[in-house]
């Protein structure tokens, strides 16, 4: 029989996975039954809809069994079983996504628990086996297959006999070494206590047939017998009252079910009476996953109706901006069966989601003020997420997202909430400030920021894409305006300060007009006073600044109509380069033509745009040193 050959890169992958230098190789186990489990949900939510599976709850279980001499672990299932193009799909390839992310990390060195991030499942069992052996019949087919393997040079797969339907997971145990005792993995004890640690929650029975010894009848002898033994308590671990759960409990759980190698950054759990009766177990992960910013990313919470899912991921129960939560759901109002289109319209469910939103709001923000640093980190990764939720919806949700914030600011560079901001403005301030662009560092360079700043005002520092965006959408925080200080109405100057500015603007029309003509794309030229150093800065008149222009721009596709924001092209009064100007205009108009260029390109550089004509700007430049 031909032997088919691994993708490549999965093969890769498989020969990494093998000679894996990962310690727990015992979790090959966990692995092979959360599939069975998996298995047996699959033809359980069929047999809701389909007459044909005629089968009690009672009647689907895992089974275990061992073979000393064979040295063969046999885990087999009554679940749905695979068909031979399952079989090539389901065990040809090997991390179907991710893989990329997987490798990377692998050859980092770094030691994370990568088996079951990315589902390669079921091949954590080639730590353990040398070769492997699926037998499986799909429900309601008359023909079984055989997938074998021995490891990363291949697999075969053929017909075969098997008497039900289910699958069979037969691993032939590795020889022990000096180093791995693999005989392990056929000890009784060892796989009682192994299903006990990671398995103890699957809802349908793991049995065991497990050798017991006995007395015999009128003796002192001893016998022994065996006997089929459930091995898992199955009572979900959300059912349990959380002070009976250790936060160990809740890890494990959290990681293998969530494919996380990361205990979660929070549990949180929810029990309601009432309106609703549900149950919620969920986690906020300490980060974002690999995918998580793509469109392949699915959110929601798992739905159980009394311990029974529903549905793998019911995303009605989350709002986009929690997103990132994970769980589940149980209520015993939902029915069985209830279909996707049913539940979208639920009144139940709907009271659920809200509720469930507003407690993870409420951990979000105790967590905010109880746990800053966890929280930090978690805004790192998840803050974007929440800053297009209070952006998108016409600002629908801005009072729910307000108050989880955060923002680097101009005191410490250190994250600030919008109340803290506002609870320490300075005297006379009437307005939040911010400043937007690319880097923190960056944004410090804009001449722009001395002047705020010498006046004791605090800045918020935006860096994310969507952070101007989402200031504009609330508009303002407690009494207190949002304004850039990019923008040219900032309005900092004492009155004073703005009279003599004013009749300088005024008396200086013709000079304004001749520089704004010569460079051509800025909307108004004007001396400020609010520059300390710089001779030179940009603002933006209206709604738009630059930095949301750019960020328009960044966006795919053509927009003939893309709004542009209108540049003001400031000078800085105080500078002596006005002067300079002011004799130019006088005496020497060409030249005036070229500074005026050169400074509008140096307004720019400092804005962190790009000149438009770099090469004519050098040339300019150019020119001025050989004169
Ligand atoms: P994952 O479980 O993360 O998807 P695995 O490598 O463990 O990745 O399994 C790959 C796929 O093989 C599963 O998604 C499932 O479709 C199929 N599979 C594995 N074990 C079984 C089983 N016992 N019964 C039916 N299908 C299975």
Redesign the pocket.
């Known amino acids: 029989m031909k032997k088919k050959q691994f993708k490549t890169e999965s093969k890769k992958l498989l020969d990494m996975m093998i000679n894996s230098i990962y310690t727990h190789k015992e979790i090959f186990l966990r ?2 039954i ?3 489990s ?2 047996l949900d ?1 033809l359980y939510f069929r047999s809701l809809t389909d007459t044909s599976v005629a089968l009690s709850r009672s009647d689907y279980k895992i089974n275990i069994s061992t073979d000393k001499s064979a040295r063969t672990l046999t ?1 087999s ?1 009554n ?4 068909s031979q193009e ?1 079989l090539e799909n ?2 040809g390839t ?1 991390a179907k996504s991710g893989s990329f992310e997987f490798k990377r990390d692998f050859e980092g060195g770094e030691d994370i628990d990568v088996i ?1 991030q990315f ?5 954590s069992a080639f730590m353990v086996a040398d070769k492997i052996t ?1 037998k ?1 019949r799909v429900f309601g087919e008359a023909n079984a297959h055989l997938w074998e393997s021995e490891g990363a040079d291949g697999y075969t797969v053929s017909e075969c006999e098997k008497e039900s339907f ?2 069979d ?1 037969i691993l032939y145990i590795k020889e022990d070494t000096d180093e791995e005792k693999y005989s392990e993995f056929l000890d009784e004890h060892r796989l009682f206590a192994l299903v006990k640690k990671y398995s103890d929650y699957i809802r349908y029975p793991i049995k065991m047939a497990t050798t017991k010894s006995r007395k015999k009848e009128d003796s002192e002898e001893y016998e022994s017998y065996t006997e089929i033994e459930t091995l898992n308590s199955m009572v979900p671990l959300w059912k349990r009252s959380q002070s009976e759960v250790t936060p160990e409990e809740y890890r494990a759980f959290y990681t293998e079910k969530f ?1 996380d190698y990361e205990a979660p950054a929070k549990v949180i759990t929810q029990k309601s009476e009432g309106t609703a009766t549900f149950t919620a177990l969920m986690f906020i992960p300490q980060h974002a996953p690999y995918n998580y910013y793509t469109k392949d990313f699915e959110k929601g919470l798992e739905l159980y109706s009394s311990g029974v899912m529903i549905m793998e991921r019911c995303s009605e129960l989350l709002p986009d901006y929690f997103s990132f939560v994970k769980g589940l759901v149980d209520s015993a109002d939902l029915s069985l069966n209830i279909s996707r289109e049913m539940l979208q319209h639920d009144r139940q469910l709907k009271i659920i989601a809200k509720a469930i939103e507003k407690k993870i709001k409420s951990e979000l923000e105790k967590m905010m003020s109880d746990e800053r640093e966890k929280y930090e980190k978690l805004f790192g990764s998840f803050g974007i997420q929440l800053k297009y939720g209070l952006y998108t919806d016409f600002g629908a949700h801005k009072d729910t997202l307000k108050d989880l914030l955060l923002f680097k600011t101009s005191k410490d560079e250190k994250y600030a909430s919008l109340k803290e901001y506002c609870d320490r403005v300075a005297e006379g301030q009437s307005a939040i400030y911010y400043a937007s662009g690319e880097s923190v560092q960056k944004i410090k360079l804009l001449p722009q920021l001395d002047a705020i700043k010498s006046r004791g005002y605090e800045v918020l520092y935006l860096t994310d894409d969507v952070d101007e965006f989402a200031l504009k959408m609330l508009g303002k925080y407690g009494e207190l305006e949002f304004k850039s200080i990019t923008a040219e109405s900032l309005d900092i100057a004492s009155d004073e300060e703005k009279k003599a500015t004013d009749e300088v603007n005024k008396a200086s029309g013709d000079i304004l007009e001749f520089i704004k003509e010569a460079i051509g794309t800025v909307s108004a030229v004007k001396f400020t006073s609010s520059l300390t150093k710089h001779p030179v800065c940009l603002s933006t008149e209206g709604e738009l600044s630059v930095e949301m222009e750019k960020v328009l721009k960044k966006m795919p596709g053509e927009n003939p109509d893309m709004p542009k924001a209108s540049v003001v092209l400031e000078i800085n009064l105080n500078h002596p380069i006005r002067e300079k100007l002011v004799n130019l205009y006088a005496t020497d108009r060409k030249t005036l033509e070229s500074y005026s260029k050169i400074l509008y390109a140096e307004a720019c550089l400092v804005s962190g745009i790009n000149v438009e004509n770099p090469t004519e700007f050098c040339e300019l430049i150019s020119d001025l040193m050989i004169k």
């Open positions: 692995e092979l959360s599939n069975a998996d298995a699959k885990i299932d679940g749905c079983g695979m399952e389901n065990l090997i079951g589902g390669v499942g079921f091949y699926v499986t289910g699958t997971i494919y």
